[in-house]
């Protein structure tokens, strides 16, 4: 079963990592603009066309139609690849850090 889990949430737009059985098996953020709603779908480079609209057909199901049931259209930027982590410049320590680089999470 594919399920989502919310990573944050502006007025406009909503990022969500993709699950399924446990596995994370893409992400996706979704953009509402008026009547319409725009998603960049991320997910693993071996997902064929089936499986890309499986994951198309559980975000609308699950995540854009609950929030806008009167939208006029979805548009879906598929992207296929593989992960190579999350990044950030917080550090977690207290350590002064000369280097100012985003570092992997």
């Known amino acids: 079963m594919i399920t989502f889990e919310r990573e944050c949430r502006t007025p406009h737009s909503e990022s969500y ?17 008026g009547t319409n709603v725009y998603a960049t779908l991320c997910t693993t480079a071996d997902a064929d066309e089936e499986r890309i609209q499986q ?28 992960p190579a982590g999350v990044y950030s410049d917080n550090e977690l320590d207290d350590e002064e850090d000369e280097d100012d680089t985003f570092r992997l999470n």
């Open 17 to 33: 990592t993709i699950f399924e059985d446990g596995s994370i098996v893409g992400r996706v953020d979704l953009h509402y603009q």
């Open 55 to 82: 994951l198309i057909d559980a975000t609308d199901e699950q995540l854009v139609m609950t929030a806008d049931p009167y939208r006029e259209d979805f548009i879906v930027t598929v992207w296929r690849g593989s």
